[in-house]
């Protein structure tokens, strides 16, 4: 315990654990004139009198309340100062605080959950977005393949702002695409001629909404779509072939653009 019965004041290190504050934040009080010791001892030393404490005490007080230092100064050194004011507006900025750190836990908790479950929809809210035939597993799934990859962060990153309104409008998009592709293979499309790039444009501009798809990686994909049982039923459910047709037109694409698919890895 401190004594604080001291004839010629307390110490700077009683004045500190008098106050609850370190040493050095009464150093720095002093520098700046806010709170001083207020006598000296014979041997030289500055001591702290009673009435320096006190105004030590306030300064604790307001600096709890979240005052800065210049603010606790004018309440205390200012007589016109409006102290109810001060501490109100204090209150108001700090429910400005609460408020944003609330809209950052939304976001957190909306981004901490996209990692985990990829799309943020109810599994009706898929269904209805996606087709009857959407599986809401497919996130899942996709999770447990891809879930330490950098795409998969960047899905998800997406995803966590991305609305039910989006979703849909993403979904549209795909949909368009797929019956494009489906009706240029029954036109007779050629892999490689203007219309068929043209198609492979389409699909990386609308994959990308979910994760930068360069042109390697999309020779990558359109293998995977051909050769994963579930993705070329879904693109053969379309029109007969068009997986393989699909990731025909991929690869033509990729030579034009100084890529052997056989070579291509997903980079």
Same mark, same amino acid.
């Given at each position: 315990?401190?004594?604080?019965?001291?004839?010629?004041?307390?110490?700077?290190?009683?004045?500190?654990?008098?106050?609850?504050?370190?040493?050095? +934040?009464? !150093?720095? $009080?002093?520098?700046?004139?806010?709170? #001083?010791?207020?006598?000296?001892?014979? +041997?030289?030393?500055?001591?702290?009198? *009673?009435?320096?404490?006190?105004?030590?005490?306030?300064?604790?007080?307001?600096?709890?309340?979240?005052?800065g230092l210049d603010a606790v100064r004018e309440v205390l050194d200012d007589p016109t100062a409006d102290i109810g +004011?001060?501490?109100?507006?204090?209150?108001?900025?700090?429910?400005?605080?609460?408020?944003? %750190?609330?809209?950052?836990?939304?976001? %957190?908790?909306?981004?901490?959950?996209?990692?985990?479950?990829?799309?943020?929809?109810?599994? *009706?809210?898929?269904?209805?977005?996606?087709?009857?035939?959407?599986?809401?597993?497919?996130?899942?799934?996709?999770?447990?393949?891809? /879930?330490?990859?950098?795409? $998969?962060?960047?899905? +998800?990153?997406? &995803?966590?702002?991305?609305?039910?309104?989006? $979703?849909?409008?993403? &979904?549209?998009?795909? #949909?368009?695409?797929?019956?494009?592709?489906? *009706?240029?293979?029954?036109? =007779?499309?050629?892999? /490689?001629?203007?219309?068929?790039?043209?198609?492979?444009?389409?699909?990386?501009?609308?994959?990308?909404?979910?994760?930068? %798809?360069?042109?390697?990686?999309?020779?990558?994909? =359109?293998?995977?779509?051909?050769?994963?049982?579930?993705? #070329?039923? !879904?693109?053969?459910?379309?029109?007969?072939?068009?997986?393989?047709?699909?990731?025909?037109?991929?690869?033509?694409?990729?030579?034009?653009?100084?890529?052997?698919?056989?070579?291509?890895?997903?980079?």
């Amino acid at each position: 315990m401190v004594d604080r019965d001291i004839d010629d004041g307390a110490t700077v290190g009683a004045a500190a654990e008098l106050a609850g504050v370190t040493v050095r +934040a009464l !150093h720095h $009080w002093d520098e700046i004139g806010l709170a #001083s010791p207020s006598v000296r001892t014979p +041997a030289g030393y500055r001591h702290y009198t *009673e009435e320096d404490l006190q105004r030590l005490y306030r300064i604790v007080a307001y600096r709890e309340a979240g005052l800065g230092l210049d603010a606790v100064r004018e309440v205390l050194d200012d007589p016109t100062a409006d102290i109810g +004011a001060t501490l109100q507006d204090q209150r108001s900025q700090l429910a400005e605080r609460i408020h944003d %750190l609330q809209q950052l836990d939304k976001r %957190l908790e909306r981004m901490s959950h996209a990692h985990e479950r990829g799309i943020l929809l109810s599994d *009706e809210e898929q269904a209805e977005t996606f087709g009857a035939d959407w599986d809401a597993r497919r996130s899942e799934q996709a999770r447990a393949v891809w /879930g330490s990859s950098p795409q $998969w962060a960047q899905f +998800a990153e997406r &995803s966590a702002s991305r609305t039910r309104e989006q $979703w849909q409008s993403l &979904s549209d998009a795909m #949909s368009t695409l797929q019956r494009d592709l489906g *009706e240029a293979l029954d036109e =007779g499309v050629i892999p /490689g001629s203007p219309e068929a790039n043209n198609l492979v444009e389409r699909h990386r501009d609308v994959f990308s909404h979910f994760f930068p %798809l360069t042109r390697q990686m999309q020779v990558c994909l =359109g293998r995977m779509l051909e050769s994963d049982p579930g993705f #070329s039923a !879904h693109y053969d459910g379309i029109r007969a072939g068009l997986a393989s047709w699909f990731r025909r037109i991929i690869d033509e694409s990729a030579r034009a653009h100084g890529i052997d698919p056989n070579a291509a890895t997903w980079q």
